[in-house]
């Protein structure tokens, strides 16, 4: 829905008892012409070595973050939600670097998984990541104390630049 919303569509749902639903997705058209594809740039991430707690419950981009973050170097720690990512933590404090942080998780969410770490550690890192940005809800998170926001789904390189900056933030 927040895919379809974000790019100026609708999606319409009939259903009826008994016979089932039928949704039918809306987007609006591109009035633009196809852009021809160029050759894929190679593009430099920025590396590290520290050590980062990834914290998401949709597995893709756990997967995904995990992948990305070994590849620049970083040694990797996860958890799937709030409750699991203080327990890593505590186990790990001092030696976890920055905290990406998903906000909708099962058990315990972003805003009370922040909240939390900041009791336990208030210089500890945090760099929230969301696909709910309209809300406003990543910013507050920002205003009690995350570095910043970085959309899902987001590009590679925009992933390992928001890390880096992270990271490196006095």
Not at 141 to 147: M, S
């Amino acid at each position: 829905y927040g895919i379809v919303k974000g790019h100026g569509g609708f999606i319409n749902v009939y259903s009826e008892v008994g016979q089932g639903s039928t949704f039918r997705v809306y987007l609006p058209a591109v009035e633009s012409a196809v852009v021809e594809e160029k050759e894929a740039e190679v593009v430099e991430l920025p590396t590290g070595t520290e050590t980062i707690l990834l914290v998401d419950d949709e597995e893709t981009v756990h997967e995904l973050g995990q992948r990305v973050l070994e590849r620049c170097g970083y040694t990797v720690l996860t958890a799937e939600n709030g409750v699991q990512a203080l327990e890593v933590y505590q186990a790990h404090r001092g030696e976890i670097a920055l905290v990406v942080l998903d906000v909708v998780m099962p058990q315990m969410g972003g805003h009370e998984c922040l909240r939390r770490l900041r009791k336990l550690d208030p210089q500890v890192k945090v760099l929230i990541s969301t696909g709910y940005t309209a809300n406003g809800s990543a910013q507050g998170l920002v205003a009690e104390g995350a570095l910043g926001v970085v959309e899902k789904p987001f590009l590679l390189q925009d992933f390992a630049v928001a890390v880096r900056t992270a990271i490196d933030r006095p």
